[in-house]
């Protein structure tokens, strides 16, 4: 275990960044994998009703998802900068604390989360045909939330320490779980999407309990007992890094769920269409996770290094190599995106034809913006890997105002056609934040002493 923990304070950025993102990337590719077998097989064995009912419940799911990873990936910041700092024992203190926190949070989450399910639904003006269907997938999951905390966590630590590989190794074990426990429960006991939900879960456990195993390896990390206690000062630290992150995540969360109440106004066709679209998002997304991942570890090091220098040339190369990452998805995806929505949509011809047309217009819009959505990514990782999380949250609250707004107020200029601009619209209401900031905390730290001058 030992070996892949990476001192990102030294050598080539862009290698560094390469090495460290291609493991994510790949993990991702997984974790894509069975959402996507997730939708194909409930679009194609349950039907087009089943897969509107996945498409009702996504931002609710998501935002629930998203709000436990923004506090693990906020938490890890402080963890990443004690690394790159070497101070080992406040490390181990940090990793503590945080897993204490962490396990208040799932509490928190688990209990709020069933409590709201069905009123949320309700407000999302989910029609009543796909109602039952959308509350129970989303009963199950949530139920799991202490689980997908735990697999959060483990891997959000052992990213701070530079390693990618065991999170990768993690997700190839719980996409193949995933993905043959769908066939099991959905093919062959017909559970539905009861079924899928379930083989969600039981994925995330297997891949919570090996980064468990592997985490317990590294021995740069020494917990104590009292490392789990919350003191002011360490727990202030760690929420004022991770509840940001959460709440940003949240904030976008609900500017979704606003769009996807105007997306349930059009019907069950129309929420199937963009629906398929929505399950293809991860894998135009994959690559930008990646890299923010790597740009976070990268940038926390080398500021407890207070190396400059390194955080610039760093971000030049990710910004290159996410540009050019981009274009190759969006070229990919307008050439063979047809072939990936035929896998989820299903029903007579006629449904299915509508459908499609939805789904691919959706998806050809959101990948000729797709560099806008890369460089979101990357500079919004920059600015956590360098302690500011209040630029990103405040990010959040301009992804959410310009995707409300464009849900809400081009379809009255466009019909229908207005909503298909509200995702790339919130992307670029949120990169022109982030990309101003982050170079006006970039010039501040240039004018103090000690960091200008400094290189490794």
């Known amino acids: 275990m030992a070996q892949r923990i990476r001192n990102m304070t030294e050598g080539s950025p862009v290698r560094l960044l390469i090495s460290f993102a291609l493991p994510l990337m790949a993990g991702n590719v997984f974790q894509q994998l069975y959402t996507v077998v997730d939708t194909a097989v409930v679009g194609q064995v349950v039907g087009v009703q089943a897969l509107a009912a996945l498409g009702a419940a996504d931002w609710l799911n998501w935002l629930v998802i998203s709000?436990?990873?923004?506090?693990?990936?906020?938490?890890?910041?402080?963890?990443?900068q004690y690394f790159g700092a070497g101070d080992h024992r406040e490390l181990s203190r940090s990793v503590g604390a945080s897993l204490t926190l962490c396990a208040i949070s799932a509490g928190l989450l688990l209990l709020v989360s069933q409590l709201s399910a069905y009123p949320v639904l309700r407000i999302m003006n989910t029609p009543d045909d796909i109602m039952g269907t959308?509350?129970?997938?989303?009963?199950?999951?949530?139920?799991?939330?202490?689980?997908?905390?735990?697999?959060?966590?483990?891997?959000?630590?052992?990213?701070?320490?530079?390693?990618?590989?065991?999170?990768?190794?993690?997700?190839?074990?719980?996409?193949?779980?995933?993905?043959g426990l769908d066939l099991l429960f959905v093919m062959?006991?017909?559970?539905?999407?009861?079924?899928?939900?379930?083989?969600?879960?039981?994925a995330q456990v297997f891949s919570g309990v090996y980064c468990f195993l592997c985490l317990r390896k590294v021995t740069v990390i020494k917990l104590k007992k009292g490392d789990f206690s919350l003191t002011r000062e360490l727990t202030g630290s760690l929420l004022k890094l991770g509840t940001?992150?959460?709440?940003?995540?949240?904030?976008?969360?609900?500017?979704?769920?606003?769009?996807?109440?105007?997306?349930?106004?059009?019907?069950?066709?129309?929420?199937?269409?963009?629906?398929?679209?929505?399950?293809?998002?991860?894998?135009?997304?994959?690559?930008?996770t990646s890299y923010g991942y790597a740009v976070t570890s990268y940038v926390g090091q080398n500021l407890g290094g207070k190396l400059l220098k390194r955080i610039k040339q760093g971000m030049r190369s990710a910004a290159i190599i996410a540009l050019a990452t981009s274009a190759v998805i969006a070229v990919c995806m307008l050439l063979f995106g047809k072939l990936f929505l035929g896998l989820f949509i299903s029903g007579t011809p006629e449904q299915v034809s509508l459908s499609m047309d939805i789904a691919y217009h959706y998806l050809a819009?959101?990948?000729?913006?797709?560099?806008?959505?890369?460089?979101?990514?990357?500079?919004?990782?920059?600015?956590?890997?360098?302690?500011?999380?209040?630029?990103?949250?405040?990010?959040g609250f301009a992804e959410m105002a310009m995707r409300i707004s464009v849900a809400l107020f081009l379809p009255l200029l466009m019909g229908q056609e207005g909503i298909f601009y509200a995702e790339s619209g919130a992307w670029l209401g949120a990169a022109v934040l982030l990309v101003s900031f982050y170079y006006i905390r970039v010039h501040r730290l240039s004018t103090q002493k000690g960091w200008a001058e400094r290189e490794r």
């Open 67 to 80: 709000v436990l990873q923004g506090l693990t990936q906020g938490f890890s910041i402080l963890m990443a």
């Open 134 to 179: 959308a509350l129970l997938y989303l009963r199950i999951i949530f139920a799991g939330v202490p689980v997908i905390m735990a697999y959060n966590f483990l891997a959000a630590v052992l990213r701070a320490l530079g390693d990618s590989k065991t999170p990768l190794y993690a997700m190839i074990v719980a996409s193949l779980v995933n993905v």
């Open 188 to 202: 062959g006991f017909h559970w539905g999407v009861a079924g899928a939900a379930a083989a969600t879960v039981i």
């Open 244 to 288: 940001p992150v959460a709440m940003q995540n949240a904030i976008i969360s609900v500017g979704g769920m606003v769009v996807q109440s105007v997306i349930n106004r059009y019907g069950m066709l129309f929420i199937a269409g963009f629906t398929a679209t929505n399950k293809l998002y991860g894998i135009l997304e994959i690559a930008a």
């Open 365 to 395: 819009i959101m990948s000729v913006c797709l560099p806008i959505l890369y460089m979101l990514h990357i500079y919004r990782a920059a600015l956590m890997g360098l302690g500011d999380t209040v630029i990103p949250m405040a990010s």
